[in-house]
Structures are given as C-alpha cells and as structure tokens.
C-alpha cells in the first residue's frame, strides 16, 4: 500500500482507513442489518402493529439516502473531522434513542437520525479521504468496504449474543450507542489534519491525467451517459439487494423451503458480497473497473433469476453466489467508475450525487410488495428485475470513457483541497 503524501505516514494512513471501515461496520451491522431483528421483540413489549415497525426502515433507508448531499457540504464548509463527528454523534443520538423508545414518535425519530448518520459518517467522507490519501485506491476501498459490508452480517449475531446476556432488547442499542462514540472518536484523532491531492494530480501535472478525467464539473458529469449508466447500474445493485432480504425468506418459504434454511443463506450471501468487495479492490488495481461492473450486473442477473425460479437447493447455491458476487463487486466497480471518468476535483458532489439519487431504490421492496398481493408469489417480480438488471449489464458493456471535459467544468469547479481541522 503506497500513500500520497510525506506527511502522511504508513501508520497514520493505516489507522485513518481502520478507522473509517470501523464506521462504516458499525453503522451497517446497527441498522439495516440488525433492525430486523430486533423488531420483533419491540413489537411484542411496545404493543406497536408491524405498518408503524416497518416504517422506521423507511425513514432509515430515506434520510440514508437523501442526507448524502448534507457530508458533501459540511466537507467542503467545516472539514472532515467536523463531518465524521457529526455523523458519529447523529448515530450515537439515534442509537440512544432507540434504547429508551417507548413511542412510535421517537422511535421513528431514532430511525431518522441513525440514517443521517450513516449518510454523514458514511460512504461519501470515507471514499473521499481513502481517494486523497492512497495511490493505489482500488485497494484501500476494497479493504474499507469488505470491513464495512461484514456488518451486514456480524448485526444479527451481536444483536443474538446481547440479547441473551441481557435478555433485553435494548441491550442491544447501548451496545452501538457506545460503539458509535468510541468509533467516532478514534476517526477524529486518527484523521490528517490536512488532505492534499497526490503530486501527480496537481495542477503543475495535469498534463500527465488522461483526458477523461481533467476538471469534471459535477453538472458537466451529471449529462453524460457515462454517469447515467455508473448511477443507474448502482441503483439497481442497491433495489435489487434491498428487495431480496426484506422478501427472500418469505419467498422461499412460500416455495417450500425452511425459515432456516432461508436465513442461513441470506447471512452466507452478505458473506460471499463482503469477500468479493475485497476481490474487487485487488482486481481494481490490474482490470477496467467497466469490466468489474459488468461481472457484477451478470452475477446478479443469474442470482435473482435463480431466486425467482428456487425449487432446489442447486438454485439457492447458484442465487447465494451470483448475488454474493455481484453485490460485493458493484459497490467498488461504481466508486472506481466514477473517480476514473471525472477524476477527483467533484468526486465528493459527484459521489454524493450518486447516493442521493439511488434512493429511488428504496422502491423496490413496495413495488414487489404490490405485485405479490396481486399476483400471489414474488416470481414476477424477480423476474422483472433480473432483466431490468440485463439491460443495465448491455449499457455497462456498451459503455467507454467519456471525452475531455468541457472548459466549463475547469471554470465552475473551486481548486482542490480537502482540509480537515
């Protein structure tokens, strides 16, 4: 691993990208991983009905995604230190919150705020300060995101081990509340008080940047198909995962397979998607991430059709893998696509950007809803999304690099700079 900078040392580059992968394990492992599971017990003691329950995933999936924008302007304005501490303390509010709910109110509030947090702490400030501090990115992404994504799989055992100590669902929350402090904390000591561009990306280097990725405006990017392709391609990666594990069990129960047996394999497919964002990191440094996006839209592809058709156990190995695969690839494919066609000066809007409109994924689990109250099973939908999925593979096949940049990107885009203090 090689870093940027002289006044970045192996050390300090190694502890800034543990710290943000602790964050971002935290957040997936307290949120959309563990929540589920903790439901039920709330339900039970609280006397709620499952429409208000499911409703808090909606405010977190929503201020998850819409709050994307919010890092990238407090980056820009305050610094990153200022904007992981922000997102630290929205995660540790939410996380208190949800150990003392007693109403649906604060409940959803809670929801709220554990979601902006994991906006402003999240993805956007982590890929922004690994991308300014490591020569080879593809790497230290693919380490960030293989740490953050086996959240998604620790969020259900960490909530089984707490619970059975304390036999108190709201064990659970004092244990992220306290996670979330102590990860907070450790990222704002750790991180640089300084992050420069790499020497070889300054403006006396220019000239040894491809023309593709010189002085992208994010305006400029956002009319390309390119940005079209890399957004759409991620959004469906994010309906289709989003939609699987809320009605996957559901689904294969109703196709006569165990509660278990449909458990077991959501938990080794979040599994097999964090290796392979480690995969994809490695591969980054050597293949086009154009060809690691479409492995992931065929993998996906084959995994959801797969799901739709499962009879047999053959079927729900070849959908673990093929999801498995694709997810983990999809998420390093998308950020490498991004940074490699509109380089770094909007990298933060432009990824940000991204975030904020794959939002729409959160449509998915509501369209499939409808299609099985009125056609009575999943198959259809799945169906619709595999070659919604296709399509998206033939334009990522399809895709090349954009051309130079126009003159107004170099004009509207302030200098670089990513300072933190």
Request: aromatic share 8%.
């Amino acid at each position: 691993m090689s870093w940027t900078e002289e006044w970045v040392s192996p050390a300090r580059a190694w502890a800034t990208l543990a710290a943000f992968s602790l964050l971002f394990f935290i957040e997936l492992a307290g949120s959309f991983s563990s929540l589920g599971m903790v439901l039920p017990s709330m339900v039970k003691e609280l006397g709620w009905d499952w429409s208000e329950a499911g409703l808090g995933y909606t405010f977190l999936g929503l201020t998850c995604g819409l709050g994307t924008l919010v890092p990238a302007v407090l980056i820009r304005k305050a610094g990153v230190r200022a904007t992981v501490l922000t997102g630290a303390a929205l995660l540790a509010a939410g996380f208190l919150a949800l150990a003392l709910t007693h109403s649906v109110i604060v409940y959803l509030a809670a929801t709220a705020s554990v979601g902006m947090g994991f906006a402003v702490a999240g993805n956007v400030p982590g890929t922004h300060v690994l991308n300014a501090m490591f020569r080879k990115r593809s790497t230290a992404l693919g380490i960030y995101f293989t740490i953050g994504a086996s959240g998604g799989v620790a969020g259900p055992l960490i909530y089984l081990v707490s619970n059975s100590i304390a036999h108190n669902w709201r064990a659970h929350w004092v244990v992220f509340l306290s996670a979330a402090l102590l990860a907070g904390a450790f990222a704002a000591i750790v991180i640089p008080g300084k992050l420069g561009a790499p020497r070889t990306e300054r403006a006396g280097d220019a000239s040894s940047m491809p023309e593709a990725v010189r002085d992208w405006g994010l305006r400029d990017a956002m009319r390309t198909p390119q940005f079209a392709i890399i957004v759409g391609a991620y959004t469906m990666y994010l309906l289709v995962h989003t939609t699987a594990h809320s009605f996957a069990p559901a689904h294969l129960i109703q196709r006569g397979f165990s509660s278990g047996t449909a458990g077991a394999m959501l938990s080794l497919e979040s599994l097999i998607g964090a290796a392979m964002s480690g995969v994809a990191g490695a591969l980054g440094e050597r293949v086009d991430a154009r060809k690691i996006m479409i492995a992931s839209m065929l993998g996906m592809v084959v995994g959801i059709a797969c799901l739709a058709y499962a009879d047999n156990y053959a079927l729900i190995v070849a959908y673990v893998l093929g999801s498995g695969i694709g997810n983990g690839l999809c998420i390093v494919a998308a950020t490498l696509l991004l940074l490699g066609y509109f380089g770094r000066r909007a990298n933060l809007e432009i990824y940000s950007a991204m975030h904020m409109i794959s939002t729409l994924a959160v449509l998915g689990p509501l369209v499939a809803g409808v299609a099985r109250d009125r056609l009575g099973n999943f198959t259809s939908g799945f169906v619709v999304m595999a070659a919604m999925m296709a399509v998206m593979g033939l334009a990522s096949y399809l895709m090349r690099p954009p051309v130079a940049a126009p003159i107004s990107s170099a004009k509207a885009e302030p200098e670089a700079a990513l300072s933190a203090s």
